[in-house]
């Protein structure tokens, strides 16, 4: 995006959050509109339960109404969302186990960015689920704002509280796990049909 598109939005985004800081509760309502599935599927890829994703982006929306009074344009009102919406489900997942349900990637693809070749070259979304279960919170959330919404390396790092150098270490130590674990089950699903083909 350029900078010229970024100050458009920080400032269109800035009068959208002051009618929302005068009472307006439509302005509010688009807002919610536009962002609530997108947050919800980002938040549940990284914590993987429905329900504490959902109660996640209601806590930020809230933020989000609360804060309005006080806006400083100096953000986009998705950049926002996006940072607490990670911090928060980050430490959900902590506190419980992740469990790979009903996560609906597609939702965060971004169509104007491609992918990882090793998450585009997956056809079979079960298996990113199950893999996402078996990776630490921060590498889930290194990979949804890296490959589902076109984050650049420096907007992800602020977001997670980080320097861009050590958000760049997580997110390719996030995709050499991903790439092993989908080597390691290929050469098992190569080995077993040998196997059966030998018998």
Not at 92 to 119: E, I, M, P, S, W
Not at 155 to 173: D, P, V
């Amino acid at each position: 995006m350029s900078s010229e598109n970024l100050e458009n939005m920080v400032r269109v985004d800035g009068e959208r959050m002051r009618q929302v800081g005068s009472g307006d509760v439509h302005a509010f309502n688009q807002i919610m509109k536009q962002y609530s599935n997108r947050m919800i599927a980002a938040a549940l890829a990284i914590c993987g339960r429905r329900d504490e994703a959902e109660d996640i982006v209601q806590d930020s929306l809230l933020q989000l109404w609360q804060l309005a009074p006080d806006w400083q344009p100096k953000s986009t009102i998705n950049a926002f969302l996006k940072t607490v919406v990670t911090r928060k489900a980050i430490d959900a997942q902590r506190r419980n186990k992740f469990q790979a349900g009903d996560v609906d990637l597609d939702v965060l693809v971004d169509t104007a960015a491609r992918a990882d070749d090793v998450l585009a070259s997956r056809q079979d979304r079960d298996w990113v689920h199950r893999h996402l279960a078996r990776m630490s919170p921060r590498q889930r959330a290194a990979l949804v704002l890296a490959h589902f919404d076109s984050t650049t390396h420096q907007q992800a790092a602020k977001i997670m509280g980080m320097e861009t150098e050590a958000y760049s270490s997580l997110l390719a130590r996030a995709r050499r796990a991903l790439r092993q674990r989908m080597e390691a089950e290929e050469t098992g699903k190569r080995k077993g049909e040998n196997n059966a083909t030998h018998t």
